[in-house]
Each structure stands twice: as C-alpha cells, then as structure tokens.
T-cell receptor
C-alpha cells in the first residue's frame, strides 16, 4: 500500500541555493502538514493545508519558506536562499479528514546546507 | 510549546513490559492524549490515543489517570524493534477557530530495549 512519499530523501545544497522538496500524500487525504526536525529535537510544525487551502502557516520560520498544494494533492515546500540553519529533516504528514484523525508521516527529506 | 513532560530516556529488557510515563497537568477537557513513536531515520508513527478511558490496540495500552493529569503508555512485551523515541502529545480533536489538528511534539522519551 502506498504511504506518504517524499522526495528527494537527501538533498545537499550550497548556501544561497534554492531548494524544492516534494510530498506525495496518501491518495484522498484532505489534510497535509509539513514539519521541520533539527538533529536531536522533536518535529516542529511549519504549515497546514486542507485540500488546496493553506490554513495555517504560523510555523514557517521566515519569508524564505514557501509551501503550496495547488491541486489539493501533491505539495511542495520551497526554501529560497538556503542558510546553514535550514539544515534539518523535513517531514510531511497527511490525514484522511480534518482534526480528529491520525496523521501518517513520510520518511522525510534530509537537507544539508553547506 | 509542548504541554507534556516526559523522562528523557528509559531502558527496558526485551520481553518485559515497557511503561512510559507522561505528565500533562494543564490538559483541557477537550484535549486528547496521543502517542507517536519515531524509529531512527523514519517519520513518526501513530500508536494510540485516548480522552479519559483506558485504551488498548494491537500495539499498546494507554492508561489515563482519573484526573487526566498524567498517563502511561504500556508496551506489553517489548522487542528490540520497539527501540525508538516516544512522543506524548495533547491535542484538541474538535474543529474550532484556529484549530488545524497540528501536533506539537516535545523532546520525547528515548526507549532503549536491551537483549
């Protein structure tokens, strides 16, 4: 069965470079979340989509971070002008409904900015 | 900020029960207790959740105190594959203003199951 798929699994970017991280949620899932996980820390919420609508972007750390989900399925997290502090694992999760359903996580994309 | 407190680490012998505590003294009446775990290099995995009654599924049992200020996750027969970071999270489960169902993770408990 297909779970949440993220690509690439690993990304090395030079400081100042733009990156795009992709998330393929489970088919039909309404809710989609992005999280950032620094080494040794728990995941931190970045942003939330309900279908194509971005209802919460309170966790995005700066205006260099941008997420979209134009057709309510695949989502892309874009980071412009990457900095070393952006190095982390970026996790995507999807849920079949809103609020009261469990979230299914992908394996994440490990971003290293050098 | 996370609304839960968990021990940083715990050990458990293989085949024995692992009991992972969590304090959530400021929990609200409409907040559920969720448990997720994260095995190294993987995304978090849902385990179980509950409101006030004890819950059991194929993975674990969740015991919530009567005052709901603390809970315990029980893995009845721990195996080496249960070695992971376990996160206890409180979360509102009803749609409301500003509630997106996002999970607020703390540091979790690193459980090491030893042979």
């Amino acid at each position: 069965g297909a779970g949440v798929s993220q690509s690439p699994r690993y990304k090395v970017a030079k400081r100042g470079q733009d990156v795009a991280l992709r998330c393929d949620p489970i088919s039909g899932h309404v809710s989609l979340f992005w999280y950032q996980q620094a080494l040794g820390q728990g995941p931190e919420f970045l942003t939330y989509f309900q279908n194509e609508a971005q209802l919460d972007k309170s966790g995005l750390p700066s205006d260099r971070f941008f997420a979209e989900r134009p057709e309510g399925s695949v989502s892309t997290l874009k980071i412009q002008r990457t900095q070393q502090e952006d190095s982390a694992v970026y996790l995507c999760a999807s849920s079949p409904g809103t609020v009261n359903t469990e979230a299914f996580f992908g394996q994440g994309t490990r971003l290293t900015v050098v | 900020d996370a609304k839960t407190t968990q021990p940083t680490s715990m050990d458990c012998a293989e085949g024995r029960a692992a009991n992972l505590p969590c304090n959530h003294s400021t929990i609200s009446g409409n907040e559920y207790v969720y448990w997720y775990r994260q095995i190294h290099s993987q995304g978090p995995q849902y385990i179980i959740h509950g409101l006030k009654n004890n819950e059991t599924n194929e993975m674990a049992s969740l015991i919530i105190t009567e005052d709901r200020k603390s809970s315990t996750l029980i893995l009845p027969h721990a195996t080496l594959r249960d070695t992971a970071v376990y996160y206890c999270i409180v979360r509102v489960n009803k749609r409301g203003a500003g509630n997106t169902g996002k999970l607020i993770f703390g540091q979790g408990t690193t459980l090491q199951v030893k042979p």
